[in-house]
């Protein structure tokens, strides 16, 4: 495999490779049963940085904490150097779990957007993260008790004190992105997005194409699933919490497998695995488009920077572009 190819976060941000990785499954996986093994963990974030995958994501609410403790001892020394680090604030989990659910994330968290929480938490992802600075400090939700103005302020604070480089904002709307602007330049915005979410690319996608401003897919192949590793709701572990998912109950599931026929079909034309078109699809929405995409296997992991070789026709894109709704909602 080449050098994977680069981009920059928005017309003004770092330079990273098209394809990052999200580190969330690595301490809070979708199958709450299954055990962590840290050593793979921090070996599948070694080999992205190998791989070119240099945006590595986490957040303070996934574990909570245990996660960006984890990455920290993958970026322990120089190799801290060779990572553009994203981390996140204004999810309180109050019950470990990963921050997914409706509205704020799954049951137990809840948002805290207020000037001095942002205030403290930079301080406790910096020294979880072993570092002083990270590269991007990211509002996790909006918390509808708190003007943005006020928290964006916070978020600014700390590009100005040193222990951020630049801040970005997830899952928010377009009028959310153009108040925080008033405050301080949006360098990035992280929205979920694949082939079967598409609800950033009426306005929040095409707002931030126009200002410069990054837009990072968490979850762009669907949970797994578009990726056609799952056939029946019974090949959902135990305790995946995907169980709870609208579109993974079973009847749901049965219809949108269609979708996933027509990605291998495409697949199979493109020389590449489903995950690849997927990933490959949610490339070509845009320069600044980096999808995160998380897993905890080399061997997913490797079929994933695969993506950024990928080059659909303007017929396969076409193609994907008249993919049905899903059935069912996100959450």
Known sequence: MCAMRTTTLGSNGPEVGVIGLGCMGMTASYDMAAPRDDATSIAVIL???????????TADAYGP???????AKALSGSRRERAVLATKVGLVMDVAGPPLGPGTGSPGAG???????????????????????VDLYQLHRVDPQVPIEETWGAMAETVSAGKSRYIGLSEVS??????????HP?????????????DVLPAVLPYCTAQGIALLPFSP?????LAGRFSSFDDLPQDDFR?????????????NLAIVSQVRAVADRAGATPAQVALAWVLAQGEFVVP????????????NAGAADVELSDADLAELDTLPQPEGTRY
Do not use: C
Request: charged share 30%; no cysteine; net charge positive.
């Open 221 to 225: 192949l669907g949970r797994g699933f």
């Open 47 to 57: 080999q992205a940085l190998d791989l070119g995958m240099t945006l590595i994501d």
């Open 243 to 255: 169980r709870d998912l609208p579109r993974f109950q079973q009847d749901a599931l049965r219809v």
């Open 292 to 303: 995160i995409p998380g897993t905890k296997t080399p061997k997913y992991l490797i079929d």
């Open 174 to 183: 377009v009028d959310e992105i153009k108040r925080a602007q008033t405050v």
């Open 111 to 133: 948002r805290n957007g207020r000037p001095e929480h942002v205030r403290a938490s930079i301080d406790g992802s910096l020294k979880r993260l072993g570092t002083d600075h």
């Open 186 to 198: 949006v360098t990035s915005v992280q929205s979920e997005l694949s082939l079967w979410t598409r």
């Open 65 to 71: 904490h245990t996660n960006e403790e984890l990455v």
